[in-house]
C-alpha cells in the first residue's frame, strides 16, 4: 500500500464553546484524490486551517509526512500548498511578477522556468499586462492554483478551487490539477459543492457534518450503502441524518 501522507486523530476545534471541528480522524495516502464534503458551516475550511497551521486545533493530531504539524511547522509547510477563497493575491503585481514572488518565498530554484511553466500551464500568458486585481474571478482563480503548483507540492489543500468557473474552464483546471499531482506523485484534499466534479476525481469522499465525519469511502461504496446513484441526492441524505450518540 501506498505511504501515508496525512494523518489526522481526533482532530477538535473549539470557538468560545462552540464545537466546530468534532474528534474528527482520518489519512490520505500518496496518490490519493480525497473530497471534503459537507454543507456550509460543517466545519471543512476550519479543518484545511487548522491543516495549514493557519489555526491551531483545540485537541488532536495532525501528522504529515509522518511528523507532527505542531513541532515541524515551516518543513512540512514548504512541501505543501493549497489554494483557497481567503488567500489573497498580491493585487498589484502581474501574474507573473506575483508567482515570481511565491517562488522566491518558497525558494524554488530555477525560478523562470517555472513561473514561465505555470503561466502556460494554466492558460496565464496572455495576461502579461494586467495586474492581478484587474483579473476576472475565474483567471484569479486559475492563477490561485498555479500558484499552488510553485513548489511542487506533495500535498494540495484546495478550497472550491473551481467555485466561480465556467464548466468546461472547470474541466480543464481539474484536468491540469490531477495531472501534475500525478506527476508529483502527491495527493490532494479538496472541497467543491459540485458533486459532478467530486465523482469524476475523488478516489475518496469525506463527509463531514456538525464538525463530524458521517462517512468516509469511495463514491462506489456510498452508492451501494446509500442503494443511491446521485451523490448529491446522498450528499442530502447524509446532511440530514443526526449525529450518532456515540460520537
Ligand atoms: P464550512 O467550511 O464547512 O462551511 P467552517 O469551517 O467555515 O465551515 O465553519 C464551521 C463552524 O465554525 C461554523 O458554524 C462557523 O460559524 C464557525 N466558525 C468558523 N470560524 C470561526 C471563528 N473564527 N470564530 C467563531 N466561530 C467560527
Redesign the pocket.
Known amino acids: 500500500m501506498s505511504a501515508i501522507l496525512l494523518r489526522v486523530r481526533n482532530l477538535t ?1 473549539k ?2 464553546g ?1 464545537t ?2 468534532d474528534g474528527v480522524s482520518f489519512e490520505i495516502r500518496e496518490g490519493e484524490i480525497v473530497s471534503l464534503l ?10 484545511i ?1 487548522m491543516l495549514l497551521a493557519l ?1 491551531s486545533p483545540t485537541s488532536g493530531d495532525i501528522e504529515i509526512f509522518e511528523k507532527n504539524l505542531k513541532g515541524h511547522r515551516e518543513e512540512l509547510l514548504s512541501r505543501m500548498n493549497f489554494t483557497a477563497p481567503y488567500s489573497l493575491l498580491p493585487y498589484n503585481l502581474t501574474p507573473k511578477e506575483g508567482l515570481t514572488v511565491f517562488a522566491f518565498l518558497y525558494g524554488v530554484r530555477n525560478y523562470k522556468q517555472k513561473v514561465k511553466f505555470l503561466l502556460d500551464e494554466f492558460g496565464l500568458s496572455e495576461l502579461v499586462s494586467k495586474k492581478i486585481g484587474q483579473l476576472s474571478s475565474g483567471e484569479q482563480m486559475r492563477l490561485g492554483v498555479a500558484k499552488a503548483f510553485v513548489n511542487n507540492p506533495k500535498l494540495l489543500l484546495l ?1 472550491e478551487p473551481t467555485a466561480s468557473l465556467d464548466p468546461p474552464t472547470a474541466r480543464e483546471l481539474r484536468a491540469k490539477i490531477l495531472k501534475l499531482i500525478r506527476e508529483s506523485s502527491g495527493a490532494v484534499l479538496w ?1 467543491s459543492h459540485n458533486m459532478r466534479e467530486v465523482e469524476a476525481v475523488s478516489d475518496r469522499i469525506i463527509f ?1 457534518s456538525r ?1 463530524q465525519i458521517m462517512a468516509d469511502d469511495t463514491p462506489r461504496n456510498l452508492k451501494k450503502r446509500f442503494g443511491q446513484e446521485d451523490l448529491e441526492e446522498i450528499f442530502i441524505t447524509i446532511a440530514k441524518e443526526p449525529v450518532s450518540e456515540s460520537s
Request: no cysteine.
Open positions: 476545534k470557538y468560545n462552540f466546530a471541528v459537507g454543507p456550509n458551516g460543517a466545519g471543512k475550511t476550519t479543518t486551517q489555526v478550497d472541497t463531514l464538525g
